[in-house]
């Protein structure tokens, strides 16, 4: 639970704060990755390691649901 967090400690409000994606963000580093590795799953296979079949179990898991 949060007593183990980092963030424990943390005010509740201050850390929602800190925990929301914003958007413009989460845009801009989506055009980065694209820029630099051409897509999200190139980033994910060379940069991360991550398998054409993990990147697909993520993709249902969050995408798709």
């Known amino acids: 639970g949060d007593e183990c967090s980092a ?3 943390v005010d509740p409000e201050a850390r929602a704060r800190l925990l929301r994606a914003m958007p413009d963000y ?4 989506f055009a980065q990755i694209e820029r630099n590795h051409g897509s999200v799953e190139a980033f994910l296979r ?12 993520l993709r ?5 649901g």
Do not use: M, N, T
């Not at 989460?26 to 580093?29: E, F, G, I, Y």
């Not at 060379?46 to 079949?53: D, R, T």
């Not at 249902?60 to 798709?64: A, G, I, T, V």
């Open 7 to 9: 963030l424990s400690g």
């Open 26 to 29: 989460l845009d801009a580093a």
């Open 46 to 57: 060379s940069e991360l390691g991550v398998s054409p079949e993990v990147s697909a179990a």
């Open 60 to 64: 249902r898991q969050f995408l798709e």
